[in-house]
């Protein structure tokens, strides 16, 4: 079985391919991040269980501009995230439902866009969809529903030992990417 978690960002959304092949347990990654938001750091990163996947982070100068560059912006997330549907033939997809503390945020309805840009996605490749609350996946995780993200990647970093060494990046996408994939595991 293949569970992909996504953790959907448009700074950084991460993506966490878990393979169940019998007891064993294999984790992929990866990072889909804006041109824009390269540092050195994640330039230079190199990994062989997490992969960084750009696109270019368009922007406005009015309304209509500015529309269109999100529209185009959420278009090249949920491209990326088709294109590892389609590498690695996932069986379900678990992603976050948005949180509620994002009511009333400027990004709101871009996330809004995202979330079913990537359910349509699944829809299109006959993907089931598992949806989590925010709370719901930090309780799973952590035990605490109001864990923070230095909680979240502690306790990734517990689970997956092949990661143990990636510290010098953000990895908190990847974390809860890492427990969306487990959500359906009994």
């Known amino acids: 079985m293949k569970i992909l978690g996504i953790d959907q960002s448009m700074n950084c959304t991460g993506v966490c391919l878990h393979t169940i092949n019998g007891d064993k347990h294999t984790y992929n990654y990866w990072m889909i991040i804006p041109v824009q938001k390269m540092t050195k750091k994640l330039t230079a990163f190199k990994h062989s269980k997490i992969s960084i996947i750009n696109y270019e982070k368009l922007s406005g100068e009015d309304y209509v501009s500015k529309e269109n560059a999100k529209a185009l912006n959420v278009y090249a997330i949920v491209a990326a995230i088709r294109a590892i549907m389609r590498m690695t033939k996932p069986d379900l997809i678990c992603m976050e439902g948005i949180s509620y503390g994002s009511v009333g945020s ?5 996330l809004a ?3 079913y840009g990537i359910r349509m996605g699944a829809i ?8 989590i609350s925010p709370m719901e996946l930090k309780k799973r995780a952590t035990g605490n529903g ?19 060494d990636v510290t010098d990046i953000k990895v908190d996408d990847l974390a809860d990417a890492f427990f969306l994939s487990q959500c359906n595991i009994k």
């Open 146 to 164: 109001g864990a923070d993200k230095d909680e979240m990647i502690w306790a990734w970093r517990q689970c997956d030992p092949k990661i143990k």
């Open 106 to 110: 400027a990004s709101l309805a871009d």
């Open 124 to 131: 299109d490749k006959n993907i089931g969809i598992n949806i």
């Open 113 to 115: 866009g995202l979330n």
